[in-house]
């Protein structure tokens, strides 16, 4: 287990846009694939 998962917050109750996802996965500094993981 790790503490990665408090790069990405995101509201459930918001629906979130492709760019909107880039920039969050820009600014996390981490691979789709690693975001996959955490949700």
Same mark, same amino acid.
Request: aromatic letters at 2%; hydrophobic letters at 40%.
């Given at each position: 287990?790790?503490?990665?998962?408090? #790069?990405?917050?995101?509201?459930?109750?918001h629906?979130?846009?492709?760019?909107?996802?880039?920039?969050? #996965?820009? /600014? /996390? $500094?981490?691979?789709? $694939?690693?975001?996959?993981? #955490?949700?």
């Amino acid at each position: 287990m790790t503490d990665d998962k408090h #790069l990405v917050i995101i509201p459930r109750h918001h629906v979130i846009k492709p760019g909107t996802l880039k920039q969050i #996965l820009d /600014a /996390a $500094e981490i691979s789709p $694939e690693h975001f996959k993981d #955490l949700l």
